[in-house]
């Protein structure tokens, strides 16, 4: 515990006034921010363009009593309160975080470097949040006033910290050392941010270094020659670790293919597959990457971790713009971070000019001019050609970024600048938009897309997590669950979904078909997964993949074993207790018993079956049935070849209606994305909506005819009628042709008119307000998809799956 009067001797400064003593609690450099009062103290500094000590009777008025002041006022003015004076408030603060971070022993990441740092930090804080209590910088707090209020944050119950620091002339970063004091030092790159506050290159990385004074460990890419050069010319080589495709580096990496590395360190040797492919990533992972190993992460728990950096970007959008441009948009975000991020996935585009809109960045931890040159420095690293600046301090600061950047222009705001027209005047570019959620950039967005097809699947993650946190808690204990991701995941994405469940920690995927899986492994996917159809042709790949077939017969056991030819890999034996579909029925089970004996290395993760009726209650008995048929079978399995293999029975249905039967896995499906196929009560949440846009409005007079066939027709009166812009090709199956069908406009339900056409569909909507482009619901909200399956005799399982590729999938967060 830190008290007030014991500021004199921490910050060398002379308390002048003291009403009552209190502990610290809060640190407060922005009267603005100001949260608890009791505890919080107040560092009144006076800047270029305001001055704290302007704020202090508001402050004092609001009931705070402790003050750091640079120069003199009059005490007598504030009776009740507490006063340090100091030459320096900025000094003092610092002297009072380094004097905090002395009473802490747990290992500290610092890292610095011109480009990446928040990244990195950001990275390494979701990769190792799961083994220790993270303490790290707020947004881009890198600065002489950022890094101690980012460090203040330190407390007992932490076990790591992870720090930034930046720089952008000489003498700086031995201030911030000393707040810092990191164990663990990491060196991003360097580049041209700052330079013209040093003399050279050289002495930029020198100047930064200081920030490493006393770390046991220094991490750095050893593919930058001049960088590595200083660094092994300042520190002894034991404290080094070096790591990139130089072979001379400590850590190894070979790359394998465009997005797989093998990583080689001392004794360590382990593949790694990277979720993307760009430069400036994969150089940030590997930073990443070498601190996870000087932190003795296992090889398993770093690539599993590695997969999930995927999610970083998601919210990313990548559309195709008007004038043959690509829009990548990230609309209702904006932070220093989150632009590096979309800067990145620019560098991406096989486009050769490159465009960003940018918003003001709000609590970036700098003061105006210096989030403006670290934004122009950003710009200027991604080679970005041209800039539309909106918003005050943008406009204000435009000189800063036109010394850089020759075509950039700016506008105070996003009506002043859709207003102007200059947002058509991009041609064959890869536009970024970058903008904070109250510039509403998402009109800018409507105007640069283009907007080729009208129809998409919206998938709300947030609700998706629900469902899979509802069918958890369902779980008795140590019973493991695996998804079921085929059929390109029930039609919402097979590796964006799979992404979401490794993040929530399901056990087990399951897949249809060796490609499906080979397409998860591609994008990061380590968990294991079940392939329910393997061919003999896909043999090799599932060894390559470490993909787990399903044996359902004994020809697939007999070939596989003779493929194998002693190589290992896991199988799932498939049991047909009653479904007869694929599957051993129990008069293959002496054999298959007899040919796993002779195949030790094929080893049996798990036995299971499927339910043919757990969804009814008329088919409980059989369901019974189904299980002692199971139990008898995977019995004996077990005992003749001595093994203790996963057991499941349990699909959604089953989950929900026979909780006694879960063994010690369940498969969940179309659960997942809120179909509940009982009648029983479940607390789950629709997932998906397909939605399209109406084309066109028109009159159909009486009498005459619409669509092929001229199935159509306008018998009594006038119809007015709407196509909308979705057809067969889509999904939206011809059986809901001449009325079957019915699609939610404004509120109200709209019947097909006539026959369901490839790409298009008419309805009327002689009932309903609307106009072209209003929006059209499929199936989802106001229009539930199990209702839709109804009108056609079908279930939602089939409206979900049919629901093309072409359709464009938009995936948010909505629920959480």
Known sequence: MIFFSNLSAICQGKVVSIFHDSELKALLVDSRKLGAVHGTIFFAISGERNDGHDYLDELY??????????????????????????????SALQALVGFHRQQFLFPVIGITGSNGKTIIKEWLSGLLSKDFNLVKSP?????????????????????????????????????????????????SNIGTAHAEGFKSQEQKIYEKLKLFKGSRQIIYCKDHPLLSRCIENSFDDPKLISWGTTKTAKIFWSQTSDSTYKISWNTIHFQLHLPFKDRASVENVGHCVAAMLALKCHPVYIQQQISLLKTVPMRLELKQGINNCELVDDSYNNDLAGLQIGLNFLLGSPKKKRAVILSDIFQSGLDDRNMVLEITHQLKDAEVDSLVGIGATLFSHAEIVKAEIDQAEFFLTTEQYL???????????????????????????QRLENKIHGTVLELDLGAMVSNLNFFKSCLKPK?????????????????????????????????????????????????????????????QTLLDYELEPEVYSLRIAKSLALFLGGKQIKIHLKLDTGMHRLGLIESDVDEIISILQENKNIKVASIFSHLAGADEQKHDDFTKNQVDAFIRITNKIRKELGIDPLLHILNSSGLLRFADYQFNMVRLGIGLYGINPTSQDANLKPVATLKTIISQV?????????????????????????????????????????GRGKVLINGKLAPVIGNVCMDMTMVDISDVTAKE????????????????????????????????????????????
């Open 61 to 90: 008025q609001k009931g705070m009593r402790l003050f750091v002041v640079e120069r003199p006022i009059d005490y007598g003015h504030y009776p009740k309160a507490n006063f340090l004076s100091v030459t320096s408030s900025i």
């Open 139 to 187: 947004g881009s707090y890198n600065s002489q006033l950022g890094v101690p209020l980012s460090v203040w944050q330190m407390a007992d119950h932490h076990t790591l910290g992870i720090f930034e620091a930046g720089i952008s002339t000489t003498d700086e970063m031995d201030r911030l050392q000393a707040i810092i004091k990191p164990t663990i030092g990491i060196f």
């Open 419 to 445: 207003d102007s027209g200059r947002w058509n005047t991009f041609r064959d570019e890869a536009i970024l938009l970058k903008g904070a959620r109250n510039f509403q950039f998402e009109k800018i967005a």
């Open 479 to 539: 019973v493991k669950l695996m998804v079921m991701v085929k059929a390109f995941a029930y039609g919402s994405g097979a590796v964006q979904v799979a992404s979401l469940l490794q993040y929530h920690k399901a056990d087990y995927l399951g897949v249809a078909y060796a490609d499906e899986g080979v397409e998860l492994r591609k994008n990061g996917i380590t968990l294991p997964i079940m392939v329910m159809n393997p061919s003999i042709e896909s043999y």
């Open 698 to 738: 028109k009159t159909v007079n009486r009498g005459e005819t619409v669509g092929y066939g001229r199935a159509g027709k306008a018998d009594d009166y006038p119809v007015t009628m709407a196509t909308i812009a979705i057809g067969y090709a889509d999904g939206f199956s011809r059986a809901f042709s001449k």
């Open 773 to 816: 482009n209003d929006e059209v619901i499929i199936f989802g909200r106001g229009n539930p998809i199990e209702q839709v399956a109804d009108s056609i005799n079908t279930i939602p399982y089939e409206i979900l799956t049919n629901t093309s590729e072409r359709v464009k999938r938009v995936f948010f967060a909505e629920s959480l």
